[in-house]
């Protein structure tokens, strides 16, 4: 069976996210659609807007065959290692390609970019510019004498590194992202990126029109303003282990628990943090490494290998194809049953930890399981 596969966080699932899924079954009317989806928290360092049960099932109704977790310890770090176990992922499920949405719909540019990326010249250009303080978005820019890389493209570039990290036969495939651009909406075909929609919710606008549904999401939604008791809490009560924290800088860790001294809100204990070195994302993506625990010793032993797929939702047609896969050598975790069996003693730690980040999740949004 040929499968196509999908990097996502449905974050909610919008009128984009079926246009691109549409656009790919037009292409390959055939094929089983693999997603590989964020769990519970997300790239941009927050909680997801909505569970990562939740966003699957939604995501398996849209017409997606097999939607695999990608564990907090991939999802919430960097574009780099984001990307890597993403793509990892649906390298094991024998992919024979993945598309994603961009800006340019470009793949020999980002390829090129990519190559240039490796290369020892441009790698001292980056470090140069960040040491003067600029944030890691505007340096690589500047490294590329000034050429703009939009979000979406950024991490196709990285997709694209992660194939050739992984000597994978994969091909990359991009398609045109249609609303204007990432935070605005496009009121003529009622799309928006999810980023703006989050916005929404969180003001209590309307946002209905941009699901594909027309519906609004039920609660109870997730925002950063819940967590964050607990996180000031491990801020003020155990920092002295936050150095080892994953994106950890020296002098940030300070910062941070300053404004954790000075602020309940969590808006402005985040403003107080910013400098224009760091972007938001890099800094929330910090502080879910110290709420979650997520070192740098367990980033740097987990982020060069996939030990097991966790399933979260499958199709009929999805089924039959993870029948073939469960002949492989990877584990494929469907239920939580025979987990002693199936994964090793590490394997065991890294799953059960991500399961209780998940309990975590849900007990703090006040979801049912």
């Known amino acids: 069976m040929q499968a196509i596969g999908i990097i996502a966080e449905y974050n909610p699932f919008h009128k984009g996210h079926l246009y691109h899924l549409e656009t790919i079954k037009e292409k390959y009317p055939n094929a089983v659609i693999i997603a590989v989806m964020s769990g519970d928290y997300v790239q941009r360092g927050e909680p997801a807007i909505i569970s990562k049960s939740r966003r699957a099932k939604q995501a398996k109704e849209a017409g997606i065959d097999i939607v695999i977790e990608l564990p907090a310890i991939y999802s919430t770090q960097s574009a780099e290692i984001f990307a890597r176990a993403s793509v990892g992922i649906l390298h094991l499920c024998h992919c024979e390609a993945f598309v994603f949405g961009s800006e340019t719909n470009n793949i020999e540019r ?4 990519a190559r240039l990326s490796l290369s020892k010249e441009f790698n001292l250009a980056l470090k140069e510019f960040l040491s003067q303080g600029f944030s890691y978005p505007t340096a690589f820019s500047k490294a590329l004498f000034g050429e703009k890389i939009e979000p979406n493209d950024t991490l196709g570039i990285e997709y694209i590194k992660a194939i050739w990290f992984w000597k994978s036969s994969m091909r990359a495939e991009s398609i045109l992202r249609k609303q204007s651009g990432y935070y605005e909406e496009n009121q003529k075909e009622q799309m928006a990126g999810a980023t703006v929609i989050r916005q929404k919710i969180e003001q209590k606008e309307d946002y209905s029109k941009y699901l594909v549904d ?3 999401l039920e609660e109870p939604f997730a925002f950063w303003d819940k967590f964050y008791p607990y996180l ?10 936050f150095s080892e924290i994953q994106d950890m800088e020296e002098g940030l860790e300070n910062r941070i628990r300053k404004a954790a001294e000075e602020h309940v809100c969590y808006s402005s204990f985040l403003e107080s943090i910013m400098t224009k070195r760091y972007t938001y994302a890099r800094i929330q993506r910090v502080l879910l490494h110290i709420l979650l625990g997520i070192s740098k010793q367990k980033t740097e032993r987990w982020k060069e290998e996939i030990p097991y797929l966790r399933v979260l939702e499958f199709s009929e047609r999805g089924q039959e194809y993870l029948r073939v896969l469960k002949k492989g050598k990877i584990p494929v975790i469907t239920t939580k049953k025979n987990i002693q069996k199936k994964l090793s003693e590490e394997a065991r ?7 209780r980040a998940s309990s975590f999740y849900l007990s703090v949004v006040e979801e049912k399981q």
């Open 110 to 113: 980002l390829e090129k970019i």
């Open 214 to 216: 027309g519906n609004y």
């Open 349 to 355: 730690e890294l799953f059960f930890w991500n399961e």
């Open 232 to 241: 000031r809490y491990a801020l003020l009560f155990h920092s002295n282990s």
